[in-house]
């Protein structure tokens, strides 16, 4: 059972714009949030993460945004450059344990020139 | 370079064989983990190691895996009686608790199994 969702397998942006990357969850008791960049033949890097009890983590061109009574959320690139090119992870622990990231499918962002 | 590694990066092994895979953490970590990923599909669980006591295993561990971490250190994981089903990145991940940054895993390079 799904209990986080990346709907969009892929998303391509030019570069300078925007791109906007969402995710959904099923488990209301979800509490914290962490977003991975994976470039082929490699391991997922940690990106940037949230807690619940914030709506909004900015770390320089990236900001997620937290949407508690949807259970949405949503990574921002401002602005996307080619090296973000990459496939993009959305995970959440299980509540109250740091154990078992429960991932998303992913979605590749291409950003063009 | 003192993040994950795991070693091999890539494996490839006939049906019925047995694979061994090595992780080594971060040196401060105490918590290590194992995930598989499969094509279109992110890192699912494996098990997972609080120094060298192994404290949740996933269904998806089927008892042809195995994993240690004798020293609290190192981790292996074992397949036995290899199928083409297996074939996988195996991924490695370790956190240390007792941080602000106790959620965040880091992950090393992976280990491309293909089953023949």
């Known amino acids: 059972d799904q209990q986080v969702k990346q709907n969009s397998p892929s998303l391509s942006v030019q570069e300078g714009r925007i791109s906007i990357l969402n995710c959904d969850y099923t488990n209301s008791m979800f509490d914290y949030f962490l977003w991975y960049k994976k470039y082929p033949a490699e391991g997922p890097t940690f990106l940037i993460s949230?807690?619940?009890?914030?709506d909004k983590n900015e770390d320089g061109r990236f900001t997620v945004f937290l949407n508690k009574s949807a259970k949405h959320l949503s990574l921002h690139i401002v602005p996307s450059q080619p090296g973000d090119s990459a496939v993009y992870f959305c995970?959440?622990?299980?509540?109250?344990?740091?154990?078992?990231?429960?991932f998303g499918k992913g979605t590749s962002l291409l950003v063009t020139p | 370079d003192t993040g994950v590694s795991q070693d091999p990066r890539h494996k490839i092994t006939k049906r019925g064989q047995n694979v061994t895979f090595r992780c080594d953490p971060i040196?401060?970590?105490?918590?290590l983990y194992w995930y598989r990923q499969t094509l279109g599909q992110g890192p699912e669980f494996l098990t997972y190691f609080q120094n060298e006591a192994q404290l949740e295993k996933s269904r998806l561990l089927s008892d042809r895996f195995s994993a240690e971490r004798p020293k609290g250190s190192f981790s292996t994981l074992e397949i036995q009686r290899t199928e083409q089903g297996d074939s996988a990145m195996y991924l490695c991940a370790s956190s240390s608790t007792g941080t602000s940054r106790a959620r965040e895993q880091f992950f090393g390079p992976g280990t491309r199994l293909t089953v023949l």
């Open positions: 995970a959440a622990p299980p509540p109250n344990s740091g154990y078992a990231l429960n």
């Open positions: 949230i807690s619940s009890i914030k």
């Open positions: 040196s401060e970590h105490n918590r």
